[in-house]
């Protein structure tokens, strides 16, 4: 028996697909170093700048959060402690503690309120970070069991909580909600939903990843959103520049029982100064400013908007159409890697960087999607340079 093409066949796809994983891989590559060279751009990526320029800004903006004299920190004391202290106010909550990331300061989270509450099951968005970005960590590593009281692409509402077929412990909010555009409800949907898991006797944890520059779309202080929640996790690195870490904010007694836990899985560093000190520095510098940026980013989404049809692409879509943060998605109905080598090009030929990587992954056929941040690089764009800078890269994409 000849088995020649059943054995041929797999090898052949490996290639292949090897192949792709290189040539995304050398793509990855140029891009990074076509937007270290550009000198326009919306905003500046973490990954952009060296590990020179990294220590640089940490060292030279240290002393403006922390006394050097002061001792290093020593499992979670000094800055560290001071960190916690900090954020707890911020948030309006008895009490924080710092995580080394977001993925254990959340399933730490779940976990205690799953024993508190007597179940474990936790009602959240299909969408939602642990179910999209952590390898099943929610079920596989802490023994929970997630459902999805909406498969759509918007925020929970109240009356898919109330029509939620099976009780749940603890309802989880990612506020703002990343994959379908960074998108958030209103302040009387946030409270009526909060309302509905109450009724139903859960828990509120918010997923508050990016929930400093909420403040905008829901006219609202820190601490007023974060009171609707029983528990709030909250990222140093993706709005505030920080070098990593989270902090997990809530009742005294259940951030003494994640503090155990965190011990348990790991997170117990022996020292973290320097992303305690960076964090400190994001909360100084750049949190006062996420108003300003979440402002231009709607003049900015404007524009593009303007552009595009301009340059008559069809279709292009924005999402949402009125920015929620400083961040939103945007459609286009091209080839994902055609439109990242066009990003490519600009950037390297006219030293304007408009968009990143774009990815076809989870978009509509036929469609590519890419994020759109503005900070304070993109402060700098009116409205013609955004359609100029449009207008030049749809020349760039292949018909």
């Not at 292949?16 to 990074?32: D, G, H, V, Y």
């Not at 909600?177 to 009724?199: I, Q, S």
Request: proline fraction near 5%.
């Amino acid at each position: 028996m000849d088995d020649t093409a059943d054995t041929a066949e797999p090898a052949e796809d490996t290639a292949t697909a090897e192949a792709a994983e290189e040539s995304a891989k050398t793509q990855a590559e140029r891009l990074l170093t076509a937007l270290r060279g550009a000198k326009r751009t919306l905003a500046r990526r973490p990954n952009e700048a060296t590990l020179g320029e990294r220590l640089e800004g940490l060292s030279s903006a240290a002393a403006e959060v922390v006394d050097l004299s002061d001792g290093v920190d020593v499992y979670g004391d000094g800055v560290v402690a001071d960190l916690e202290a900090r954020v707890a106010a911020l948030l309006g909550k008895e009490a924080a503690a710092f995580f080394p990331t977001g993925t254990m300061a959340q399933q730490i989270a779940l976990r205690c309120w799953a024993g508190r509450t007597g179940n474990s099951t936790v009602a959240l968005h299909p969408l939602a970070h642990p179910e999209v970005h952590e390898r099943e960590a929610l079920t596989t590593v802490s023994g929970l069991r997630t459902v999805h009281p909406t498969t759509a692409a918007r925020q929970i509402g109240a009356d898919d909580v109330h029509d939620l077929a099976e009780p749940f412990g603890t309802l989880m909010l990612e506020l703002p909600l990343r994959e379908p555009g960074f998108l958030l409800p209103t302040w009387e949907e946030l409270t009526e939903v909060c309302e509905a898991a109450r009724a139903r006797d859960a828990v509120i944890h918010f997923d508050g990843a990016r929930l400093w520059e909420a403040t905008t779309h829901f006219g609202r202080p820190l601490e007023e959103i974060a009171e609707l929640a029983d528990s709030v996790y909250v990222s140093f690195y993706k709005s505030l520049g920080g070098l990593g870490g989270a902090v997990l904010a809530g009742p005294r007694s259940l951030v003494g029982e994640a503090k155990a836990w965190r011990h348990r899985y790991g997170g117990r560093l022996f020292q973290q100064f320097p992303q305690a000190i960076a964090a400190l520095v994001g909360l100084e510098r750049e949190l006062p400013r996420l108003p300003e940026y979440v402002a231009h980013a709607r003049v900015v989404a404007r524009a593009l908007r303007e552009g595009f049809a301009e340059a008559g692409v069809t279709g292009a879509r924005l999402l949402p159409e009125v920015p929620h943060t400083h961040q939103f998605r945007i459609w286009l109905p091209y080839d994902a890697e055609a439109l990242t080598e066009a990003g490519i090009a600009q950037a390297q030929e006219t030293r304007t960087a408009l968009f990143g990587r774009w990815s076809d992954e989870g978009a509509v056929p036929g469609f590519a999607t890419a994020e759109v941040t503005v900070d304070s690089a993109g402060l700098e764009w009116g409205p013609d340079d955004v359609r100029a800078a449009v207008a030049d890269f749809v020349r760039r994409v292949p018909s």
